[in-house]
């Protein structure tokens, strides 16, 4: 038994020397089957090894491709190898336990098409070997078409017309074995003549077929090279364009016979037979296009559309021709349209319209002119009686509108406002009576004053006039007290006081005549205003006050004043009357006084220079309207005795005192002078000396570098008439040296005596 297992390792490993040695000819060596499988698949390759004597055992069985082992088992120690270069990805998947022994490829590539074969090494039995011719087929690429210039086609092609013929390649790429390439319309054979193309690797079949009505089905190609698998197919959609080839128009309602009515709805209808696409269905009466009164349906199964129009005749379609033409849109305009015609018979009754005659805009006519209008008609049989109406109401003779009102035309000579309305006729034949829509007549006139003529709103003068049309521009002629006219244009019936120029106080005439393109206004509007109303009111809140050296009067302002004026009123020697002094301008507008004022309240002011005992301030608010009521303040005593001048500010005083000083100065001066003289002779003898000064230099020396100011008192105006304000009450006064507004004071008139009454300023 030892010597027989060392036989039979000494052979096994002869056999494996020599296997990389020998090489497997089929037939010599063994039997060859030929074997097919598609690229990407699997194949499974069977080697029979079973002994043929029960004695007999397996020894080692080994795979090989093109005589290059792939794979082994060795039954003597279960032990199994295969090829690192070709069981990529664990590709080999063998069966040792299954008879015969399978061994699976999988995952096929284009190089694993070879000739593999199995040998079988027994223990006691010859080797055996079997073969396998095994072809990997590779499919070819999607088939892909060309038409016949070059240019790739997808999906479809065309569009192409009955008659055409197409020429179109189908060529694929690649493939093993070679594939044939065939035209199918639909399931029906077309063209299987393929061959080779110019392009290395590609094989082409060209189609060349006359298109017909009945061979419009999908067109496809086919590449097959095995029966493995279903041939690789494309397909591709002809689009032919197919005329209609029959139509055909039939009343379907709303007719007499062949004959219609006018002005009754009639319904027609259009079949089409055989287009594609669908065809658009178009109504033509003469030259008038109709569709859009009618609808289109298609039944594709049949290639029918059909259209049905709803057609209300008129008097005008007496004769006419309506046609039906089906045109299939995606062709050329003379590419086997059809259509079917039929020629209309309408009855009616009269047609009627009212027209104005002669020249100027439509349904309009000027006051005084002469109307004209007709009433147009169209009937048959002819008409033979008129009606005229005026807002629904029949015209009858000898009225407003003349004797002749049964005739084809009417006519108004003069024009006039009450002949404005809605005007209708009516015309009767045998069939029956027609009434004409209404025209509307607009009768203008020029413009003329209402009521109200010339109002004045706040600053603004309206014109108020009426016309038709509407005026548009308005001239007016404006007039103040003491000053020339102004004539002035605006396109509204507004005119701001703003565009004035000049005073406005006093009266104001004012005249406005308006223009509206028909005729000037014949009669002006005219009206006298006085304009005191858009003077300020009263200043209420004034008081009086003595700062920078003179007399100042402070005011609250009021609303719509631009400028105050003060003035001052003095008594004449007479005590009889009172004269103005003084006049001017104090500050400014209510908004100006807000920016001036800078504190809380703010005040506008006015200097009055000096007052006296008996003298009267007066202040007034002012705008280009003129100036309000004035309000009088009159100086209290406390007021005046604050704005006397200090003794030390008279001019005797002041020289003397002066004269007095320069004398003790010099007697001063001149002792000390002699006393250094005699120092300079002889040493001085330590002496003190009392300087004795009279009264009047030490009262000097005192009060030497003091300078008082009296404080300035203001007198504020109350509700009970004057304020006798006291001159510790008063507030203090700021005396920086201010600029001293200059003045032009207008000369004083006569006398004028004042009343005795006081108004209040708080």
Known sequence: MDRRMRVSSALLSFIATLSAIAAFVPGADGPVSRQDALEGGNTTLYCDSTPDTSDDELMLLVWYKDNAPIYSFDAR?????????????????ADIHQQPTSLVITDLRGDDQALYHCRVDFLLAPTRNVGVNLTVIVLPSQPFFLDELGNKVENKIGPYHEGDTLVLSCLVIGGRPPPR??????????????????????????????????????LSCR??????????????????????????????????????QAGKTAVARCIAHGSYPSPDIIWWLDHRHLSQHSNQSVINSSRTAVSYLELTPSVGDHGATLACIATNSAMAPD?????????????????????????????????????????????????????????NIEIKPNSIWGSQTKAQSLTIVETERKHAGQYSCAAANGVGETRAEAISIIVYYPPECTSSGITLVKETLKCSVR????????????????????????????????????????????????????????????????????RPPQPQQCDLAYEYEEFQMRCVPVENATYYE???????????????????????????????????????????????????????ACNRYGCSRALLLRPTENLLDAAETPWWKYKDVGISIGALLLVIVFITSTVLLVRLIQRSRRKPVPVIQVLQLDDVARDYLDTIGEHKIQASRSLRSCSSGYSDGSAESAPPVDRRSKARLNWEWEPPPPDVTLTLHRESAV
Request: charge should be negative; hydrophobic fraction near 35%.
């Open 223 to 260: 590449a097959s090279n095995t029966h493995l698998t279903q041939p690789v197919i494309s397909g591709l959609k002809i689009e032919l364009y197919l005329p209609a080839f029959n139509v055909s128009i039939h009343w379907v309602s709303g007719t007499n016979g062949d004959a219609l």
């Open 77 to 93: 120690t279960g032990t199994k190898w295969s090829s690192t270069s070709f069981n990529t990805s664990n590709r080999l998947q």
């Open 335 to 391: 590419r086997n349209s059809k259509a079917d015609v039929v020629v209309l018979n309408v009855t009616y009754s009269p047609l009627v319209e009212v027209i104005k005659d002669g020249d100027g805009r439509l349904n309009e006519v000027s006051e005084l002119d002469t109307l004209h209008l007709t009433c147009e008609t169209k009937a048959n049989p002819p008409v033979d009686n008129y009606t005229w109406y005026f807002n």
């Open 181 to 218: 390439i065939s035209w199918y319309s639909g399931e029906d054979l077309v063209d299987a003549s393929d061959g080779v193309s110019d392009i290395p690797g590609v094989r082409e079949n060209e189609l060349y077929l006359p298109l017909t009505r009945d061979n419009t089905r999908s």
């Open 566 to 620: 003060v003035s001052v009123w003095r008594i004449s020697t007479s005590n009889a009357s009172m004269y103005l002094e003084k006049r001017g301008s104090m500050g400014f507008g209510v908004s100006q006084a807000l920016a001036q004022g800078g504190g809380v309240p703010w005040l506008v002011r006015g200097p009055l220079g000096t007052l006296k005992m008996g003298d009267e301030a007066a202040a007034s």
């Open 467 to 534: 016309g038709l049309p509407e005026p548009d521009t308005f001239f007016w002629h404006i007039q103040t007290s003491g000053e020339d006219a102004q004539h002035l244009t605006t396109g509204s019936p507004i005119l701001p006081l703003s565009q004035l120029t000049g005073s406005l106080s006093g009266l104001l005439d004012a005249s406005c005549e308006a223009g509206n393109g028909v005729a000037s206004q014949e009669k002006p509007c005219k009206k006298f205003f006085s304009l005191e109303q858009l």
